[in-house]
């Protein structure tokens, strides 16, 4: 059992998501950090898709009843073991009564906690993940509050093991994001594409799981900013009137009616989730073929991660 | 990944027809690839794993069928019957609409609950239905000020289209009545009441009767009549 002393300012339980109620409005929810949460996870022993903990800007304080074992990965933030310095993106065993804390990010947003087993919540629609907006999945649908206790699905102790330093994606100061340009990109003037390729935007303090608010370069319209509503992917950039980007992330409303201008590749939506509210961001437009060759590269370099023997 | 398959680029009953039909279709044939869609007014948001798939290949498969969605490839749609409490207190735009169209409130209700609406998608919120059949002499252009908080189950008109409100959110559409029904319960074992297709009608019901569905909702004792 797990009992969290100190959430942090938004800690959720996460499974790799719910697939398949989009068209009932509810979004797939899950990692914004798909890379760093199943690291975590493999580093503990767990299958990929074992529910963990993704925490924003800052981790919790949590005490574990008897023996298990987490890795902390994604934003490089200082962890500490009963009061000790631990590693990131290692196996930590913990003895029973074990006090961790997870600080404050120095870099990066979103941290990910894994525990050997994996936490178990019920299963709502085929996932454990907390959708926040619709009270929905992990611990009451809601954010890890004081004194929530969490139980783990059993699990042997895993072998102690660490991602080598060149499989730790870097947090990047101004990432080079990726996308395609559309669905609406006709709707928009050629010095507004130009804008938006130009940039440099800031992530917004008002980003959150459903979208990353951006302020920059204003990207013209051609002719109005309203569409007949349709469908919104993992990564679409809607453009609303004032000419200002949100890129949408895993919480998304599943529908809207702004237009949108491009797509940004599912392998960089964990870069963009990694962008402090402050920082830059630019965008490159890719082609069709070249996003599908990144995203097999990305999901090849998945695969292959595993941790060296510790 | 995701692609759009757009069907047209006009809000019809045609249109979204064909948009379901070919949701339908993709799923009744189970083409491979496909991890899951998006039905819209006019579009079909189909998300896909380019590990399972080639990206050509699906377009042209997305395509041939496109040709043959229409209505006659779909199930027959459930029919659900809604109550309605149609109560200035809880349709808050219920007087201001009916002075505006020239109706007496009573004729407006007459004529809403008179009707049966389409449900063309479900979606932005968990649940929330955007229905279509909204008879020609009740149609108002949207509130100019949307307001912040719309309470749930709020019952809605804007333009050609209907819908209720299935969590507190904010919206633009006229509230003309309440429905005591949970169109989005996340405790329940299907949290989504409406899907794409269904075809709905209001039934008019006073508040005493809103109140007791209410509280057997609450205690979850109650259930729509769906056929």
Known sequence: ??????????????DLGRIGQLRYGIPPSGPIDTRAF?????????????????????????????????AVTGAATPVTINGEEAP????????????????AARAGVR??????GGLDVPVVLGSRATYLRGRLGGVAGRALKRDDVLRLQPAPMPPRRRLPASAIPPIETEPEIRVVLGPQADRFTDEGIAAFLAGPYQMLPQSDRMGARLSGPRIAHARGHDIISDGIALGSVQVPGDGQPIVLLVDRQSTGGYTKIATVGSFDIGRIGQVKPGQYVRFRAVDVAEAHRLR????????????DPA | MALSVELGDEISQETNTRVRALEYLIQAKGV???VE????????LVYYDPAQTDFDALCATLTSLAEQSSD????????????CCYDPDLGLDLVAAAERLGLATDELVRLHAGAEYLVYFVGFTPGLPYMAGVPERIRLPRLETPRVKVPAGSVGLGGAQFCIYSVESPGGYWLLGRTPVRLYDPEAAEPTLLRPGDRVRMRPVDRAEYDAIAARVAARTWQPVIA
């Not at chain 1, 990131?88 to 600080?103: F, I, M, N, S, Y």
């Not at chain 1, 097999?296 to 941790?307: D, E, I, L, R, Y």
């Open chain 2, 32 to 34: 491979s690839g496909v």
């Open chain 2, 37 to 44: 869609m998006v039905p819209s007014f006019r579009a079909l």
């Open chain 2, 72 to 83: 006659a490839v779909l199930p027959p749609a459930r029919r659900v019957e809604l109550p």
């Open chain 1, 111 to 116: 941290v990910y906690v894994a525990f050997s």
């Open chain 1, 296 to 307: 097999g590269a990305w999901q090849s370099s998945v695969t292959a991660m595993k941790g």
């Open chain 1, 1 to 14: 059992m797990i009992r969290i002393t100190d959430p942090g300012p938004q800690t959720t339980v996460q």
């Open chain 1, 38 to 70: 199943v690291a975590a996870n493999r580093l503990v022993g767990n299958t990929d898709g074992a529910a963990g903990l993704e925490c924003t800007l800052m981790g919790p304080r949590f005490t574990v009843e008897a023996a298990c074992a987490v």
């Open chain 1, 88 to 103: 990131q993106w290692t196996t930590l065993p913990l003895a029973p009564g074990a006090a961790v804390r997870v600080g």
